[in-house]
Nanobody, 126 residues
Framework: QVQLVESGGGLVQAGGSLRLSCAAS????????MGWFRQAPGKEREFVAA????????YYADSVKGRFTISRDNAKNTVYLQMNSLKPEDTAVYYC???????????????????WGQGTQVTVSS
């Protein structure tokens, strides 16, 4: 059974940085896509970034390109989301997600991910 456990959220001022972690267990993830999504109050869950575990190919939402970096540590089975130059509009619950072999055209579709973490709150104050 796949388990995803996020950590690293918190309160930060605008312009600051945070690094989120997602520890994955229960499966061999070599063919998986690992994604980060976020959901703000009253809004739908939206794609943030994703990485293909095997190749390291990364994908980003336009709203975070140049500010956020997704990476993975094979030895630790952990995916990271480094968030720099944070803005108040980045405030949300951030979720880690995973699934096997998602087509690139569907990489931002939350419905394509079967496994989800519990979420971690990120609050950016102005």
């Amino acid at each position: 059974q796949v388990q995803l456990v996020e950590s690293g959220g918190g309160l930060v001022q605008a312009g600051g940085s945070l690094r989120l972690s997602c520890a994955a267990s229960g499966r061999t993830f070599s063919s998986y896509v690992m994604g980060w999504f976020r959901q703000a109050p009253g809004k739908e869950r939206e794609f943030v970034a994703a990485v293909r575990w095997s190749s390291g190919t990364t994908y980003y939402a336009d709203s975070v390109k140049g500010r956020f970096t997704i990476s993975r540590d094979n030895a630790k089975n952990t995916v990271y989301l480094q968030m720099n130059s944070l803005k108040p509009e980045d405030t949300a619950v951030y979720y880690c997600a995973a699934d096997n072999n998602i087509a690139t055209i569907r990489i931002a579709d939350a419905k394509k991910y079967d496994f989800w973490g519990q979420g971690t709150q990120v609050t950016v104050s102005s």
